[in-house]
């Protein structure tokens, strides 16, 4: 057999599972290989069609500009500066290239104000954690900031009913600490507080005892567990309880995936998934494994098949390779497929109307 004919095969193959999963998904696929950008669209019925753009720069961070409302807008950030592109009708526009002071790394949003949307950024080698302002065409104004003694990473948001005020969290294996601080709606810091404790490489908001305070969920990757730190006032923090992972885990998250507005605390751990349900005291204590023969590492969630599942993209820790998990619901069974062999270290996925998109 030719190495065209195994090719083929192997084409058929994917076609086949995916026609069993969902009938009419479109996705892009957006590759970062150090200089070079390749998109590649695949429909269900088979047909293939590439596009590639070149890069001149190395590229640390993808982020999607919800703001935009014209296709998907990339924006790219490199050392001291960012690019911006489309991706429309399976093709990349041009790419437009501009300066920043910092080298974003990280970003969440905060929330939409006068029809301007605000974000909390990570500069991990500033040691600063931004609050910016993103236009629909991309633009980058810098509102506020904090800077750090050690290297922040991870961030969280949350909205305080009480006061109108947005919390951010900030984290990460090399910061030391949480850094809490809050924002009003002009994206300006009106207080900080730095909470001095073990490392943890992600945390999170949530109110845990129903004050309409966000207390924190914090994960320490060295010791292998999540902390819970409850708080009444927002300034003062206390650890209450932890809870264990029995196996190596490498990130958390939170999602409400049954639907009933009580987030899971969702963990890829050695042998696949491990799911904290949320009840109504947060107790976290009815668990559920989803066993692979993998090693997951980061994920993110999407709604691929238009049924409201919540599958799970993630990339194999040893291989670096993307994958999709589906759950069966007639059987209550997972199965996951492969979508790129090669090491992928950036991906994000957008949706929007019936037009779905996975970039990396």
């Given at each position: ?147 750090y003694y050690t290297y922040p990473s991870e961030i969280d948001t949350y909205y305080n009913n009480l006061n109108g005020s947005y919390t951010i969290l900030v984290s990460g294996l090399n910061f030391s600490g949480l850094g809490v601080f809050n924002v009003n709606k002009q994206g300006k810091i009106i207080d900080k507080l730095y ?108 709604n691929i098949n238009n049924i409201g599942n919540n599958e799970i993209i993630f990339t194999d820790k040893e291989t670096g390779s993307l994958k999709i998990l589906f759950e069966e619901v007639t059987n209550n069974k997972y199965q996951f497929v492969d979508y790129c062999a090669g090491s992928v270290l950036l991906f994000k996925f ?11």
């Amino acid at each position: 057999m030719t190495k065209l004919d195994d090719i083929t095969k192997l084409l058929l193959e994917e076609i086949t599972v995916l026609i069993s999963v969902a009938k009419s998904i479109l996705f892009f696929y957006l590759v970062l290989l150090n200089t070079s950008v390749f998109a590649a669209s695949v429909k269900i019925d088979g047909f293939l069609n590439h596009s590639h753009l070149y890069l001149q720069n190395k590229y640390n961070f993808l982020f999607l500009n919800e703001n935009n409302e014209n296709g998907s807008q990339l924006i790219l950030f490199k050392e001291n500066g960012y690019s911006v592109v489309k991706h429309e009708n399976g093709e990349f526009g041009k790419i437009s290239n501009y300066s920043l002071n910092y080298s974003i790394s990280n970003i969440k949003k905060i929330f939409d104000e006068g029809g301007e949307t605000y974000y909390a950024a990570v500069a991990r080698k500033n040691r600063t954690v931004l609050i910016i302002n993103i236009t629909k065409e991309g633009f980058i104004r810098i509102v506020d900031y904090v800077k750090y003694y050690t290297y922040p990473s991870e961030i969280d948001t949350y909205y305080n009913n009480l006061n109108g005020s947005y919390t951010i969290l900030v984290s990460g294996l090399n910061f030391s600490g949480l850094g809490v601080f809050n924002v009003n709606k002009q994206g300006k810091i009106i207080d900080k507080l730095y909470i001095k404790n073990n490392t943890y490489k992600s945390a999170f908001l949530l109110d845990l005892n129903w004050d309409f305070t966000p207390d924190i969920i914090a994960f320490n990757s060295i010791l292998n567990k999540i902390d819970f730190l409850y708080t009444n006032d927002g300034k003062n923090y206390l650890k209450e309880r932890d809870f264990y992972f029995n196996q190596r885990c490498n990130n958390i998250k939170l999602r409400d995936l049954n639907n009933d507005k009580l987030p899971e605390i969702i963990a890829s751990v050695k042998s696949g998934f491990q799911i904290l349900y949320g009840d109504s005291v947060y107790s976290f204590n009815h668990t559920k494994k989803i066993e692979l023969k993998i090693e997951p590492n980061i994920f993110t969630f999407g709604n691929i098949n238009n049924i409201g599942n919540n599958e799970i993209i993630f990339t194999d820790k040893e291989t670096g390779s993307l994958k999709i998990l589906f759950e069966e619901v007639t059987n209550n069974k997972y199965q996951f497929v492969d979508y790129c062999a090669g090491s992928v270290l950036l991906f994000k996925f957008w949706e929007k109307d019936n037009e779905k998109k996975i970039f990396y």
